[in-house]
């Protein structure tokens, strides 16, 4: 079953995670401002090919999964290691993420300010996360110094 198209951005009144379809209006649910994203025609058509909250046009895709959720079981498997034979856990470990990462879609993300684009057709222009561009934006965000 297809999930319906939602962007995922920070609200630019208070920077709680807000989510938009392809209406473009996302109300916040923290401080109950409302925004509105210029959609491409591309973006309405099911295809990102730029970030409507910042016009970033750098993107990458991966799994639409909790990041802390997978570390935590790989931690777990590594952790029951010793106690299970043949250090087994591991391996359990190692098929739930393959059958995690066989399973759940892939989501765009902006690099720029790390919007999150679930439901849409995958853009060949996007390809996996990479850290070099990934650490030129966050050398250019006003925080970092």
Same mark, same amino acid.
Request: net charge neutral; hydrophobic share 40%; proline share 7%.
């Given at each position: 079953?297809?999930?319906?198209?939602?962007?995922?951005? %920070?609200?630019? #009144?208070?920077?709680?995670?807000?989510?938009? #379809?392809?209406? #473009?209006?996302?109300?916040?649910?923290?401080?109950? *401002?409302?925004?509105?994203?210029?959609?491409?025609?591309?973006?309405?058509?099911? @295809?990102?090919?730029?970030?409507?909250?910042?016009?970033?046009?750098?993107?990458?895709?991966?799994?639409?999964?909790?990041? *802390?959720?997978? $570390? %935590?079981?790989?931690?777990?498997?590594?952790?029951?290691?010793?106690?299970?034979?043949?250090?087994?856990?591991?391996? @359990?470990?190692?098929? @739930?993420?393959?059958?995690?990462?066989?399973?759940?879609?892939?989501?765009?993300?902006?690099?720029?300010?790390?919007? +999150?684009? !679930?439901?849409?057709?995958?853009?060949?222009? +996007? +390809?996996?996360?990479?850290? +070099? $561009?990934?650490?030129?934006?966050?050398?250019? !965000?006003?925080? %970092?110094?």
């Amino acid at each position: 079953m297809a999930r319906a198209p939602e962007i995922a951005f %920070a609200c630019p #009144g208070c920077g709680t995670e807000t989510t938009s #379809g392809l209406d #473009g209006r996302g109300c916040c649910p923290s401080c109950a *401002k409302d925004t509105t994203l210029d959609l491409t025609p591309s973006l309405v058509g099911g @295809v990102v090919d730029r970030c409507p909250a910042c016009a970033g046009e750098q993107l990458y895709v991966q799994r639409d999964f909790n990041q *802390k959720a997978g $570390l %935590a079981i790989v931690v777990l498997g590594a952790a029951l290691a010793p106690f299970t034979p043949y250090y087994a856990s591991l391996f @359990v470990a190692a098929i @739930v993420d393959a059958a995690l990462y066989a399973l759940l879609p892939e989501i765009a993300v902006c690099y720029r300010c790390q919007a +999150h684009f !679930r439901g849409f057709a995958r853009n060949p222009r +996007h +390809h996996a996360f990479d850290l +070099h $561009l990934a650490e030129q934006y966050e050398l250019k !965000r006003p925080w %970092a110094s």
